[in-house]
């Protein structure tokens, strides 16, 4: 049950909590010491336990913090924000120091660090999850999600691009009645209950992706909604909205539906952005 945490941000605090919270002692470092019982270096801190998490500012922090110290037999657990292919690299850059590596996504905020809602995607070595689970699903549930080192950061991006796409959505939606006598705070469980009702069509899409089918039991094909596209900018530009969080997406549907894929699914969209 012995950790190292390096990095006593907003997040890695929350996560230096949750362990005391369990009973475990963590040994802690940080650039700016934060209590007398922090340990002097990073060095000295990994020195202390088999298990090293950081939880750093970005992937050249990792460098700065780690270059120079002893990894032989340690397990590197790395829950610092990474794209997919910086986790790859520190993957070949912990196991050439001797060390067995873990790369980590956070699927949460600080305060939900320690409650159910909190969980972590993992991906790299099996055998370090297995080793330390009793410690690591203690800030958040662990969701391992392979072997490919950068698939945690991957799949953390990929839930959070779906996260702003929604909000770009619900922020257009509220500055349409912004102009009007409509108080945001009635309208609010209105769009809620709209949106979780229709993100179920995630499930239908990526059916699809998996069959390549784009046409079958289309309910309203591309056709149809980009016909309807000229409603949603007529409107914006009548309540004084600029329609920019809306015309990527909207151009996107317009340019497959008239190159010949008007009785298609939204799926396709997919494959035109690659």
């Not at 972590?120 to 099996?126: A, D, I, K, L, R």
């Not at 939606?173 to 102009?179: C, D, E, M, P, V």
């Not at 914006?236 to 340019?255: I, N, T």
Request: charged share 20%; with cysteine; proline share 5%.
């Amino acid at each position: 049950m012995a950790v190292t945490l390096l990095g006593l941000g907003t997040m890695g605090t929350a996560i230096a909590q949750s362990w005391r919270a369990a009973g475990i002692k963590p040994t802690v470092w940080n650039r700016t010491r934060k209590s007398p019982e922090d340990a002097d270096t990073a060095a000295a801190a990994v020195a202390a336990n088999q298990l090293v998490v950081t939880c750093l500012l970005d992937d050249d922090s990792v460098t700065t913090v780690l270059d120079d110290v002893d990894l032989t037999g340690k397990d590197l657990v790395n829950l610092t924000t990474s794209t997919p292919e910086q986790s790859r690299d520190r993957a070949t850059w912990a196991t050439e120091r001797g060390a067995r590596f873990l790369d980590g996504g956070i699927m949460a905020v600080p305060p939900m660090i320690g409650t159910p809602a909190a969980f972590v995607f993992y991906s790299g070595s099996p055998a370090v999850v297995d080793d330390h689970r009793d410690v690591l699903a203690v800030p958040a549930r662990i969701h391992y999600v392979g072997e490919d080192p950068g698939h945690a950061a991957l799949y953390d991006v990929a839930l959070l691009s779906g996260m702003y796409g929604m909000l770009a959505g619900v922020t257009h939606a509220f500055a349409l009645l912004r102009a009007e006598d409509i108080d945001p705070t009635t309208f609010a469980p209105l769009l809620v209950d709209w949106i979780t009702t229709t993100t179920g069509s995630a499930h239908d899409l990526a059916h699809r992706l998996t069959t390549g089918d784009y046409t079958t039991n289309v309910t309203s094909n591309l056709g149809m909604q980009a016909a309807g596209i000229p409603t949603f900018v007529d409107t914006a530009k009548s309540q004084g909205v600029d329609p920019r969080l809306l015309m990527p997406y909207f151009d996107l549907m317009a340019q497959r539906a008239a190159a010949g894929k008007s009785q298609e699914d939204t799926a396709g969209l997919v494959d035109d952005l690659r």
